[in-house]
């Protein structure tokens, strides 16, 4: 007895009678069935001189990228490079990364999994991938209680939520198993009292696949699989362990933990010894929070000063001492196989710099045969991290990392340290009209640095202080490249 062919959904590229579906199949855009979508706008830019259909049919399309930034920061800008790696720190605190960190160890896995979601195809709201990219992009509400919060986790883990119609069978089951492994590794340490409070589902995926494959990458490579992404997610350090930032200030205060330098919460965390058989993360015991950080990104404009200016960056370990981390090595390679280096707008010293302050990474940025442009994307406001910050001090807080012996030997001719010039790390840097950072543009080009003015468009207008969007970063970055042709 022969079996009827399948028939084939055209609109959304899955075999209908199957029970689930292949890891290629999804949709990876919009298809026809989602053409009556609101045309894009043509944005006309008075001092670039062209609009966003030109800027397409520019340089850009044809140029590789390699984009320094955090999770939020990057987000809003990360669609305006059609070829481009993501360099990410692993070293966010916040959120349910605090607890998971807290819990199971393990290196932290928010910025990843941020820019993991927002990297999924466009898919029509109705698709199985709108399905998938909203379960990953789902947490449980900060103003549960812990007994809603798990009851709500109960529902998701054994898959009786709402939340897991549309998903295709093959993925939810792919996604629940490891959801369930997450939870095992939980109960294993009940003692610690784990809270689902404001937990983010996809940190619960990519934080199971990293302890179950032993594997950050691989744990990438899963949900890259799952979601159909092209995305190059590069962690900026691969490690199974729990990696821990610290802010060394002029006055000789040092601040632990990306949160407490950043927008540091009520508790703060404490580095302590203690003897620790994790599995997943052994000899760590890093921070001892009692919580997650209930943290939303508009707080970020109320904060405390700082005592006095941050001075340096370095990585802790679990006893409180500086480490030296080597960088991914595929961060390395990309910086000598792409056209251009961008530091993302953001959080100067607690996204960008943690990718920075690392042994080699200054050499084959300044020595890069492949990288045409080194660009850094001014913020249009300064944050707690770089209060009275001019654009003069971004750049020299880019180039003193990047000059500073990140390993415990001294390297280069005779035992002495290299030091390079301001151009070999940033070539250009892009600003925005009517941001309150201030740009000397005189002294700035006696540095070597090119300055373009970026006009903002109609999304970024709203802004008291006006942001990038991918379109006004698309624009000038196509300026910059012009330029070097």
């Not at 009678?17 to 894009?40: E, K, M, Y």
């Not at 468009?457 to 991918?470: L, N, Q, R, Y």
Request: aromatic share 8%; glycine share 8%; hydrophobic share 40%.
């Amino acid at each position: 007895m022969s079996l009827p062919e399948p028939s084939l959904n055209s609109s959304l590229g899955i075999r209908v009678d199957s029970p689930g579906s292949s890891v290629f199949d999804l949709p990876i855009q919009n298809t026809a069935a989602n053409s009556n979508s609101t045309p894009h706008l043509e944005i006309r830019s008075p001092a670039l001189g062209t609009d966003t259909k030109d800027t397409q049919d520019g340089c850009l399309d044809i140029t590789s990228f390699v984009l320094i930034s955090g999770g939020t920061g990057g987000n809003a800008i990360c669609t305006a490079f059609p070829k481009a790696c993501y360099v990410l720190p692993v070293s966010d605190d916040g959120g349910s990364s605090s607890e998971i960190i807290r819990v199971l160890g393990g290196p932290s896995i928010g910025d990843i999994r941020s820019r993991l979601v927002r990297l999924i195809p466009s898919a029509p709201a109705s698709s199985p991938l709108s399905a998938i990219r909203n379960l990953f992009g789902y947490r449980l509400p900060p103003h549960y209680s812990e007994r809603q919060a798990r009851e709500e986790w109960r529902e998701i883990v054994e898959g009786r939520a709402k939340i897991w119609l549309g998903i295709p069978t093959d993925r939810k089951e792919t996604i629940r198993g490891f959801l369930v492994y997450f939870e095992s590794e939980v109960l294993k340490r009940a003692q610690k009292n784990f809270t689902f409070v404001n937990g983010s589902i996809g940190n619960y995926f990519i934080a199971a696949a990293q302890g179950f494959f032993r594997s950050l990458p691989s744990a990438i490579f899963l949900f890259s699989s799952i979601t159909n992404s092209q995305a190059n997610i590069l962690p900026v350090i691969v490690t199974n362990h729990t990696v821990t930032i610290a802010a060394e200030l002029e006055d000789g205060e040092r601040i632990v933990g990306q949160c407490n330098i950043s927008h540091p919460v009520a508790r703060a965390p404490m580095i302590n010894v203690i003897d620790s058989n994790e599995e997943w993360s052994p000899l760590d015991g890093l921070q001892n929070r009692q919580q997650n950080v209930l943290f939303q990104a508009e707080g970020k404009a109320q904060y405390e000063p700082l005592s006095s200016r941050i001075s340096r960056l370095l990585y802790l370990n679990g006893y409180g001492n500086e480490i030296y981390p080597s960088p991914n090595p595929e961060y390395l390679s990309s910086l000598r196989a792409n056209d251009v280096l961008v530091y993302s707008c953001g959080s100067l010293w607690t996204s960008i710099i943690p990718c920075l302050a690392l042994q080699g990474v200054a050499r084959e940025i300044a020595s890069s045969a492949s990288l045409r442009a080194k660009i850094l994307l001014l913020n249009g406001e300064n944050d707690r991290e770089t209060a009275g910050y001019t654009a003069v001090d971004y750049i020299q807080a880019i180039v003193r990392t990047l000059n500073t012996l990140y390993q415990p030997q001294p390297f280069g001719l005779g035992n002495a340290g290299t030091m390079y010039p301001v151009s070999a790390f940033i070539t250009d840097l892009v600003y925005l009209r009517g941001g309150a950072v201030s740009v000397d543009v005189e002294k700035i080009a006696s540095l070597g640095v090119r300055c373009t003015e970026a006009i903002p468009d109609e999304h970024s207008v709203g802004h008291i202080i006006p942001k990038f969007t991918a379109d006004i970063v698309r624009r000038a970055v196509n300026e910059i490249l012009a330029y070097e042709n």
